[in-house]
Every structure is written in C-alpha cells, then in structure tokens.
T-cell receptor, first 114, second 111 residues
Framework: DAGVIQSPRHEVTEMGQEVTLRCKPI?????LFWYRQTMMRGLELLIY????????DSGMPEDRFSAKMPNASFSTLKIQPSEPRDSAVYFC????????????FGEGSWLTVV | AQSVTQLDSHVSVSEGTPVLLRCNYS??????LFWYVQHPNKGLQLLLK??????LVKGINGFEAEFKKSETSFHLTKPSAHMSDAAEYFC?????????FGQGTRLTINP
C-alpha cells in the first residue's frame, strides 16, 4: 500500500519566494495533519483537517502560511513570502477513525530558505 | 492538557546491551500513548501504542513499553541494542484528535 506521499522531498528557495508543499494522504483516511520539525522547537502541529475541513489551525505561525484540502486525496501547505526562519522539515500525516488512532507520516519535505 | 516529557535528550549504549528511553506523561484522562522512531532523513514510524488494554505493549523491532499509571511513565525498552536502532525516538500522547510530541531522545549505538 502507498503511504502518505509528499512532494517535493527537498526544496531550496530564496527568501521572498512562494513555496508550495503537497501531500497525498493514504486512501480512505479522513484526517490530515501538517507538522513542522525544527531543531529548536521539535515537532509542532500546524493544522489538521477532518473530512477536508480545517478543524484546528492554531499552530499556523502567521498569515504567510496557508493550507488547503480541496478534496480527500490532496492537500497543500503554502508559504508566501518565505523567510529563512521557515527552514524546516514539513511532515504531512493522515489517519482514519476515532479513538486511539494511528497517524501515518510521510517522509517529509525538507525546506531551506536562503 | 496532555503533555509528555522525555527525560533524556541523548542516550548512548553499546551494541548488544539493553536500551531504556524514559518518558513521563501528563494527562487529565486515561491517555493514549505512542512511541515513534525517526531514522536520519526519514519520516516518523510508529513503534508501538498503548490504548488502555495491556499495560505492557510490544512493538516492532523488539521494542516494548510499559504503561505505569502510578508513575505516569511510559518508558521504552529493548533487551539488546542493534546498530540499526540508532535514531531519534519520540514519546507521544494523544489529546483529542491531535498528537503531542516529546522533544525526542537521540539513541546512539556504539559498536
């Protein structure tokens, strides 16, 4: 079975440019999560969707960040304009059901803003 | 609110010796707890999870963890370390729909 698929795996961009990260969750999963990982702050939940609807975006750092989930099989995380402090690994994850669910992670998008 | 504290940021053991990675949790209700592993330049993989059934949970690659309510702990152990176990390990508690991650413990295996 295909797991959570993220693209691009690596991106280097200049400050001020727009960055779009993409995620395809596991088929049939109804929750999708975007996490950011940095050395300083560890793993932080940015936003999560349930049935394509954003449920909690309190972790989104500022207005430069936006996330969408137009359908059950695709989500984007956009940063515009990007800044060097946005350099991090961005993970997408998905899950199904309620209770002690298992959340499956993609392999991450490694972003460097110079 | 739920939280976890991983007591060691770095653990170093010799190959073939036991591994102990410590985690304490805080939860206002019966928690769901997880251990995830992250190998270098990879995503996170679920090792095991506790869901209020058996307090001793067995996971993949020979790892296990014991839920101790009286100590609010969920330590991860393995009897004999292997070189391939070198990675970052995260203790995680589930709150509502979200996972709350610990800061991670980097496990180094010495030959």
């Amino acid at each position: 079975d295909a797991g959570v698929i993220q693209s691009p795996r690596h991106e280097v961009t200049e400050m001020g440019q727009e960055v779009t990260l993409r995620c395809k969750p596991i088929s049939g999963h109804n929750s999708l999560f975007w996490y950011r990982q940095t050395m300083m702050r560890g793993l932080e939940l940015l936003i999560y969707f349930n049935n394509n609807v954003p449920i909690d975006d309190s972790g989104m750092p500022e207005d430069r960040f936006s996330a969408k989930m137009p359908n059950a099989s695709f989500s984007t995380l956009k940063i515009q304009p990007s800044e060097p402090r946005d350099s991090a690994v961005y993970f997408c994850a998905s899950s199904i059901g309620q209770g002690a669910i298992t959340i499956y992670f993609g392999e991450g998008s490694w972003l460097t803003v110079v | 609110a739920q939280s976890v504290t991983q007591l060691d940021s770095h653990v170093s053991v010799s190959e073939g010796t036991p591994v102990l990675l410590r985690c304490n949790y805080s939860s206002s209700y019966s928690p769901s707890l997880f251990w995830y592993v992250q190998h270098p330049n990879k995503g996170l993989q679920l090792l095991l999870k506790y869901t209020s059934a058996a307090t001793l949970v067995k996971g993949i690659n020979g790892f296990e963890a014991e839920f101790k309510k009286s100590e609010t702990s969920f330590h991860l152990t393995k009897p004999s370390a292997h070189m391939s176990d070198a990675a970052e390990y995260f203790c995680v508690v589930k709150g509502a729909q979200k996972l709350v991650f610990g800061q991670g413990t980097r496990l180094t295996i010495n030959p």
